[in-house]
């Protein structure tokens, strides 16, 4: 194992623990709420702020799930934004659509400020751990990296977290009969015949598509294309300049 400041060492642990107490108590008291996607990732960042990155047997399991994780982190904080902007204009305010999806999930609303804190420890702590773990495990990310290939390590981040959301996709929503819309209390303006109809899309061109499939796949496009720049510019000290 290689030598290491305190500071990275605690950082590392502390941010595992940030998200594994947390996750550990949906488990036991919210169950149902591993139908979302949001949850799903923050059991991939478990499993990779998990690994020891001063370890000399850590180079696989890094480069298998550094990049995964933080593309996840990226796309679940971007596709958050997105479906709030239109949660918001939908529901007049940030609260009344969080509130609308957890009565919808056959939950009690909760408090404004318990809504806050959870919504940002669910979207954006992710990301903010991903920036603290590229600062204090610098050298050991580097190390995990030797010899790789900047844009080939980008394309398999954002590719495997991509198989990793359409597997979601296909197991809760597609395979339970959701309802994207529903699910996450979106104005149904927003189904692929509306949307089609304002865009002046012939209707026959719609027929027999999914009533997300505008919508979601824009969504993803927003997702893979964010993500893909927050991972460039975050590991961009990870590569030697030699290589990319």
């Known amino acids: 194992m290689e030598p290491r400041g305190l500071g990275g060492y605690v950082a590392e642990r502390l941010l595992s623990a940030s998200l594994v107490v947390p996750c550990f108590g949906y488990a036991l008291h919210e ?3 591993y139908d979302f996607l949001t949850y799903w990732t923050l059991l991939l960042h ?11 047997h850590a180079k696989f399991l890094t480069r298998l ?14 596709g958050y934004s997105a479906m709030a902007l239109a949660g918001m204009i939908h529901w007049g305010s940030w609260s009344a659509w969080t509130s609308q999806i957890t009565v919808t999930a056959g939950h009690t609303p909760r408090p404004f400020l318990f809504q806050a804190i959870e919504k940002s420890w669910e979207h954006a ?5 991903h920036v603290v773990d590229c ?4 050298a050991s990310l580097r190390r995990c990296y030797a010899g790789a290939w900047r844009f080939s390590s980008m394309l398999f981040a954002i590719a495997s977290y991509l198989v990793f959301g359409l597997c979601w996709e296909q197991m809760t929503v597609r395979a339970k009969g ?4 529903s699910q996450y209390a979106l ?7 509306a949307v089609a109809s304002l865009l002046n899309v012939p209707k026959e061109w719609v027929v027999g598509l999914p009533d997300d499939f505008i919508f979601s796949n824009g969504q993803k496009v927003l997702m893979i294309a964010g993500s893909g720049i927050g991972y460039r510019l975050l590991t961009a000290p990870l590569f030697k300049t030699k290589r990319q």
């Open 31 to 33: 169950p149902n709420a």
């Open 46 to 56: 478990c499993c990779y702020f998990s690994v020891d990155k001063a370890s000399p």
């Open 65 to 78: 799930l550094h990049g995964t994780s933080m593309v996840g982190a990226f796309a679940v904080g971007i």
């Open 125 to 129: 702590w992710p990301v903010i751990a």
């Open 135 to 138: 600062r204090c495990n610098h």
């Open 178 to 181: 959701g309802d994207v819309f």
């Open 187 to 193: 104005h149904p303006g927003l189904r692929t015949p």
